[in-house]
């Protein structure tokens, strides 16, 4: 009978130990994440405190016998998975918030694209615009200096009579 508790015990040590392996898997994973992984981590502080708890409960259930061990084991593995189920759905509630950021920045980046397309617009219009002005300006230059050696001509004509 001991035996058979024994083993059981030593099971769950190796569930637990199993358990803690996730456990140190996953902090792993939220390091690598942002914003969300503060939330994670106390969740995760918190889930190491119950297996702790659970353990020393285990080691206590040792002496009891083979029926209340089992009846305890299978209330943990149902609390394990409800565990489980809250992690795999912080996971999606924290991939879905990843995408949200994501589409986000895309957005701010289209419109940072707009407005700089726009700006370069506004600036190539005035660029043909200070460029027509130039063409004008050099039109009346070329038209003034002619007028202006028409009248050189005419002084020296009429000097010259």
Not at 21 to 48: V, Y
Not at 58 to 68: G, P, R
Request: glycine letters at 0%; hydrophobic letters at 30%; one cysteine or more.
């Amino acid at each position: 009978k001991y035996s058979s508790l024994f083993q059981k015990h030593s099971d769950m040590n190796q569930l637990v130990s199993n358990l803690n392996a996730q456990i140190n898997d996953l902090e792993l994973e939220l390091h690598s994440k942002d914003g969300h992984a503060k939330r994670l981590e106390r969740t995760i502080s918190e889930l190491r405190l119950d297996i702790q708890q659970r353990q020393r409960e285990t080691n206590l259930l040792q002496s009891d016998a083979a029926s209340e061990l089992q009846a305890n084991r299978e209330q943990f593995e149902m609390q394990i998975n409800s565990l489980n189920s809250r992690i795999e759905s912080m996971q999606v509630e924290h991939d879905k918030q990843l995408r949200d950021i994501k589409d986000h920045e895309v957005a701010e980046l289209n419109q940072l694209e707009n407005r700089v397309r726009k700006t370069i617009a506004r600036k190539d219009e005035q660029i043909a615009s200070l460029r027509e002005q130039v063409e004008v300006s050099e039109l009346q230059i070329r038209k003034l200096e002619q007028l202006l050696h028409q009248q050189r001509e005419q002084l020296s004509r009429s000097l010259a009579c």
